[in-house]
């Protein structure tokens, strides 16, 4: 990877990977998680004694535009073809805003954050936030996956994010 900026500590740094940003979170002993901005999608889980956890195809595009073949994909608010988006929802083909981080003695977390915008609302018509949460600790990497109905309809989604903790 190339283009490393410090966030703080070293623990969290602003990187690139194929001219594309990502967000990697590594701790003293070795552990890493790396998190590409498009889509929010964990591209790769590591740990000093299991080495890489997470698949990324070869064949992965990362090109800013097409969803990121492998990792961990972030499927909002339309699981597979289960309504009438494109496949896997808009969530995984969209930029998302790191938002927060924080450390402690032993473990790195990143937030981040998409919400509705026009062209969001030209395929779902919704007010959302959808945060997503990654925290790595020693042996362990945890994504939780908050989303927030900032509109005034109600409104249902078949979304998925498949949690890893452990």
Request: neutral net charge.
């Amino acid at each position: 990877m190339s283009g490393t900026q410090a966030v703080g500590a070293d623990r969290v740094r602003n990187e690139t990977l194929d001219q594309q940003p990502v967000v990697r979170l590594s701790l003293a002993n070795g552990d890493t998680v790396v998190i590409a901005l498009h889509g929010a999608q964990v591209l790769s889980w590591s740990t000093s004694s299991a080495g890489e956890h997470l698949f990324l195809s070869p064949r992965a595009v990362r090109d800013g535009k097409a969803a990121i073949r492998g990792g961990v994909p972030i499927c909002f608010p339309q699981f597979n073809q289960r309504g009438p988006l494109a496949k896997h929802g808009f969530a995984r083909n969209l930029p998302w805003r790191l938002e927060s981080t924080a450390q402690t003695a032993g473990d790195a977390e990143a937030i981040f954050l998409l919400q509705d915008d026009a062209r969001t609302r030209d395929w779902w018509p919704h007010g959302f936030e959808a945060r997503l949460i990654v925290q790595l600790a020693p042996g362990s990497l945890c994504m939780t996956l908050d989303l927030f109905n900032s509109g005034v309809d109600a409104w249902s989604f078949t979304g998925r994010c498949t949690a890893i903790c452990g």
